[in-house]
């Protein structure tokens, strides 16, 4: 007897490979069978009916899937579609897990194998698509994000380019309407944004308050909420600051004290958005700067106070969207005098 079933696929740009594991009732697992198919909408197809010839119908069916580029998501989306309980890993956690299987080899099927297993002994979360707005949204985030990589690059090209030895003038002015070119497509991907945060009131409300917030500008605004979905499935401030990869990580053992560190097992998206709001947080945001102070009173790198600045930003725009208030700068300072009150009256 079956008390769980799950479907382990590991997929990349023109095919993937499934593996469909059963638990039993003595907790072992079971191959009921493995196969290779196209990454389209054949293969979807046939992918569906050979998991209907061997799956058990008394019990849910999850899959699990390993985050490729975009390679996934047309996947991902049709199995939830087909009312799979779909769960996504990221390729971080998926590699530490096969790692302490110790196996000697690596193969495609293999990997099936090891995430079908990953998801018969762990508790994973259940993935949820991204709504079509806040996607419409991450594709212009994106694509700024990209337009503001390629921009220095270029910058940089051009830089060396007059500063060598007989510079030739024709490749600098290439390289000047390159860097010209590329600052007009930015301009138009963030005129894209605020038209499109404009056009849907309620964001566009929201969006007003949390730019109340010195440092935080529509676009950074904008790339949070698009990949966080707007906070749906996030609970809580902790839960926000790890899925930005801004979760301590400790490594001490016995008397040894190493490193600490932020994790950086998140959303690169988000911490990339927020580095220059924090800079300028600092300057002119009176409460995050005195913040960043007292982070960096002992600290012998100033980069420390920054990021810590950085997940202040974060943890204000979860609030923020959640309370549906304007940035309070004395708020700080009033919920101190409450305590105060509190234990004076207690």
Request: hydrophobic share 35%; net charge positive.
């Given at each position: 007897m079956a008390l769980?079933?799950v479907?382990g696929?590991?997929i990349?740009?023109d095919?993937f490979d499934v593996?469909?594991?059963f638990?039993?009732?003595d ?11 196209e ?8 992918l569906n009916?050979?998991?209907k010839?061997?799956k058990?119908?008394n019990?849910a ?13 047309c996947l ?8 799979y ?7 971080s956690k998926?590699?530490k897990y ?6 000697c ?7 099936a194998q090891?995430?079908a297993w990953m ?12 709504s ?12 700024r994000?990209?337009?503001l990589k390629?921009?220095t690059?270029v910058?940089n090209?051009?830089h060396a380019?007059?500063?060598g030895y007989s ?8 390289y000047?309407?390159?860097?010209a070119l ?13 038209m499109?945060?404009k056009e ?9 308050k ?6 935080v500008g529509?676009?950074?605004a904008?790339t949070?909420?698009a ?7 996030i609970l809580?401030?902790?839960?926000l ?5 801004y979760d301590v ?5 016995g008397k ?8 950086k ?5 988000i ?6 709001p924090?800079?300028t947080?600092?300057i ?6 005195t ?11 100033p980069?420390i106070?920054?990021v810590?600045?950085?997940?202040k930003?974060?943890c204000?725009?979860?609030?923020i969207w959640?309370?549906d208030?304007?940035?309070?700068p004395?708020?700080?300072i ?12 207690s």
């Open positions: 769980k079933q479907l696929v590991d990349s740009m095919s593996n469909l594991h638990l039993t009732d907790f072992k697992k079971k191959c009921v069978g493995s196969r290779k198919f990454n389209n909408m054949k293969g979807y197809n046939d009916l050979w998991v010839k061997r058990d119908d019990l069916l999850s899959a699990v899937i390993e985050f490729t580029g975009v390679y996934h998501e991902a989306h049709y199995l939830r579609d087909q009312r309980i779909v769960h996504m890993v990221i390729p998926a590699k096969i790692e302490s299987l110790s196996k080899s690596k193969t495609d099927k293999l990997d090891s995430l998801g018969l002994e762990r508790d994973l979360r259940v993935w949820e698509p991204i079509k707005n806040f996607l419409e949204i991450r594709h212009l985030t994106r694509e994000e990209e337009l390629e921009k690059i910058n090209r051009l380019m007059k500063k510079p030739s003038l024709k490749a600098i002015q290439r000047e309407e390159r860097v590329i600052k007009d497509q930015i301009d138009d991907v963030e005129a894209d944004i605020k499109f945060i849907k009131p309620l964001l566009n409300e929201k969006v007003k949390i730019i109340t917030i010195p440092g529509i676009t950074t904008a949070i909420i990949e966080t979905n707007g906070f749906s499935a809580n401030q902790k839960q600051t790890s899925y930005a990869g990580k400790f490594n001490e053992s040894f004290k190493g490193r600490t560190k932020i994790s097992q998140g959303n690169a998206h911490r990339r958005v927020l580095h220059f924090a800079q947080a600092i002119h945001n009176a409460p995050l700067s913040f960043y102070q007292r982070v960096n009173a002992n600290k012998i790198k980069m106070g920054g810590a600045v950085q997940r930003l974060l204000l725009t979860y609030a959640k309370t208030r304007v940035f309070d004395k708020y700080e009033t919920k101190t005098c409450k305590k105060k009150v509190g234990l004076l009256e």
